[in-house]
């Protein structure tokens, strides 16, 4: 006798449960992205590290009321193993509002420029920001945050990391749009 459409459909939900923890275990693209001065950047070479990433831009005010948190947030990880990166979509020619932006919001961390809503996409961020990761000493994403993070968004994760993964884990995807 064939299986019953529920039958079915509970096997399809088992393994739908035992995929969807890693639909989002793909390695990173590693895009070459540039400091405010020029140089290339690229996030395999923060391996090591615990990484939150940042994706803003100077005309985004949900990205105005995070960024400081964010540098806060920063200063407290100071002498771990812990490495903030801010990366502004700015197209070039909005590029020169940056030091100032920064400037005006108290952020001193380093940012870096050449993404774009389809970066943001390809680390599965959506097309809108602000948008943050939190990457794993081996580059592997740990969480994410769609819209302005919280604090508990981005110290969840990494306090975990911190931890040796001791503990429940951070959600893989929080949507604060």
Not at 43 to 49: D, E, F, K, P, V
Request: glycine content about 6%.
């Amino acid at each position: 006798m064939p299986p019953s459409p529920r039958s079915l459909l509970s096997a399809l939900l088992v393994c739908f449960a035992l995929v969807a923890p890693f639909a989002h275990a793909k390695r990173l693209p590693d895009p070459t992205f540039k400091t405010l001065d020029g140089q290339s950047r690229k996030l395999s070479t923060l391996r090591g590290q615990i990484v939150v990433v940042n994706f803003w831009a100077t005309w985004c005010g949900p990205c105005q009321e995070e960024l400081p948190r964010l540098n806060q947030i920063a200063g407290s990880y100071s002498g771990k193993p812990v490495t903030f990166v801010f990366i502004s979509i700015d197209d070039p020619k909005d590029r020169s509002k940056i030091p100032t932006t920064l400037s005006k919001l108290h952020v001193d961390f380093t940012t870096w420029v050449n993404a774009d809503t389809d970066t943001l996409s390809s680390f599965g961020l959506g097309n809108i920001v602000p948008g943050t990761i939190v990457l794993d000493e081996t580059g592997q994403p740990v969480a994410r945050v769609m819209g302005e993070a919280k604090e508990e968004d981005v110290r969840k994760p990494v306090d975990w990391l911190l931890a040796g993964r001791k503990g429940d884990p951070p959600p893989p995807l929080t949507k604060r749009l």
